[in-house]
């Protein structure tokens, strides 16, 4: 049966035989849920505020059970969520979010209640890893490994994906919190992070950017010198990742990565920065295909969620 599925033979036939996946991007702020085969296949899609995880995974279980009669059985499911969480299968507090300063949040077990709902493979990650791999999949990252997925929007979070899957060791990656090189006597805007003050979030996320200059990036203008110093901060940690990881593609999302100037400005200080050390045409020549802007658009999130479901059938 899945073979003929799988060699359905014509377009629309093998649409409506696709698997189809059910996709949680659950965000600090809202949780949007998607049931679908793929990016140009989502059949259905909601999203509502984050409340309690009772009652917010409440409302992604009532939302799948309610398309499901409409669209056919789910395969798997797969949750990309704010961090920080247990992506580890072997683990006793996997898919459970890890203590956060997030009312509410601290240890709640995300996996369980969908596993019993559903008794399906969910598939669970942070929101970047499954951004980095939606990207892979099907966005700018097709074609290159490693890829590198950042945001920098509230906070600053990076997904990895190496030798094709997506990196995890002790939890996942934490890029937002490296340390940078803090000119104090340029910036002496202490920084935001709660545990480091001026890593690279608490120097460089949104609100760093509001508090430091007393209003939201959003309406700061082009010309202001926030953009400047921005692109200092984003290019010395882009230059570290990419010295540390080798990345074949750099990819930013968030909303102040949104900014149509900063991009250029960012490449620019990379290659100042790296100083022709890292003997890539993709650094010193084609940087603007190598420094992009997600492939998939906002849609890297939910997308990412989706992936992270189609990637826990393949994993078995
Ligand atoms: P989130 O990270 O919450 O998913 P965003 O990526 O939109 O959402 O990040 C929101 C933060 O980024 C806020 O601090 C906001 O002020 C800032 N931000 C959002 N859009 C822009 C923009 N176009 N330019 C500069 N800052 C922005
Ligand atoms: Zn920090």
């Known amino acids: 049966f899945t073979i003929s599925i799988k ?159 997506l990196l995890h060791g002790l939890l996942h990656p934490e890029m937002g919190h490296i340390p940078l090189p803090h000119d104090l006597e340029r910036d002496p805007f202490p920084g935001v992070c709660p545990f480091h003050l001026d890593c690279f979030e608490g120097l460089a996320a949104g609100p760093a950017l509001e508090k430091r200059w007393g209003q939201r990036g959003e309406t700061l203008p082009p010309d202001h010198p926030a953009w400047d110093l921005e692109a200092h901060y984003i290019a010395l940690a882009l230059s570290s990742f990419i010295v540390t990881l080798s990345p074949q593609i750099i990819i930013l999302g968030g909303g102040v990565a949104q900014q149509a100037h900063m991009l250029p400005l960012i490449r620019q200080k990379v290659q100042q920065q790296l100083s022709g050390y890292v003997q890539s045409p993709y650094v010193n020549e084609w940087i603007d295909q190598y420094i992009v802007l997600p492939g998939l658009g906002q849609r890297a999130g939910v997308l990412g969620a989706l992936a992270l479901a189609q990637q826990a059938t393949e994993q078995g």
């Open 7 to 165: 060699q359905a033979p014509c377009g629309v036939e093998s649409k409506c035989m696709a698997a189809l996946f059910g996709g949680i991007e659950g965000g600090g702020t809202k949780f949007v849920c998607a049931l679908g085969s793929g990016p140009d296949d989502i059949r259905a899609e909601t999203r509502f505020p984050t409340t309690t995880p009772e009652e917010t995974l409440g409302k992604a279980i009532a939302f799948f059970r309610e398309q499901q009669a409409l669209h056919g059985m789910l395969s798997a499911i797969g949750v990309a969520s704010f961090g920080p969480l247990d992506p580890n299968p072997v683990s006793v507090t996997f898919g459970h979010i890890l203590p956060t300063p997030k009312p509410g949040w601290a240890n709640a077990d995300i996996v369980r209640p969908l596993q019993e709902a559903f008794a399906l493979p969910v598939g669970f990650d942070t929101d970047v890893n499954g951004a980095a791999l939606a990207e892979s999949r099907w966005g700018a990252g097709q074609g290159c490994d490693p890829v590198v997925y950042l945001t920098i929007g509230t906070g600053i979070g990076g997904g990895v994906l190496v030798n094709g899957r």
